[in-house]
C-alpha cells in the first residue's frame, strides 16, 4: 500500500492507494498518528484502496477514536464499493465520519 501525503491550509489528505491488511496497517497507523499529532482534520481518500482486512479496519478506529480525544477530525471520503461493502457488514459506516 501506498500512502500519498497532500497538505493544505485546512486540511492533510491522506490517500491511500492499494490494499491495507496485516502487513500495510502499520504504515498507515504511523502516518495517521503522526499527523492526529498536529492537523485539526485529517482526510483519509480511499478511492485508490482495493482492500481492508480487520487490521485496517482497526487502524481506522483506533483513528476516529484519537481525532476525539485531541478534538481533531478524522473524515473518509472516496469510498470504493468494495470497502463500503465491508463498513456496512462491520457496522464501520455508522461508527467513522464518512462523507
Known amino acids: 500500500m501506498n ?13 491511500l492507494v492499494g490494499k491495507l491488511d496485516a502487513i500495510t496497517s502499520p504504515k498507515l497507523q504511523d502516518a495517521l498518528l503522526a499527523e492526529l499529532g498536529g492537523e ?17 479496519l482497526r487502524v481506522l478506529l483506533m483513528g476516529e477514536k484519537t481525532a476525539k480525544a485531541y478534538d481533531r477530525r ?13 463498513f456496512e457488514m462491520t457496522g464501520f459506516s455508522n461508527v467513522l465520519h464518512i462523507e
Request: no cysteine; charged share 20%; proline share 2%.
Open 3 to 15: 500512502i500519498n501525503v497532500i497538505k493544505s491550509e485546512e486540511k492533510t489528505i491522506l490517500a
Open 74 to 86: 478524522q473524515t473518509i471520503v472516496n469510498i470504493t464499493p468494495s470497502v463500503m461493502e465491508v
Open 40 to 56: 485539526k482534520h485529517v482526510e483519509l481518500d480511499l478511492s485508490g484502496l482495493a482492500y481492508i482486512s480487520s487490521a485496517g
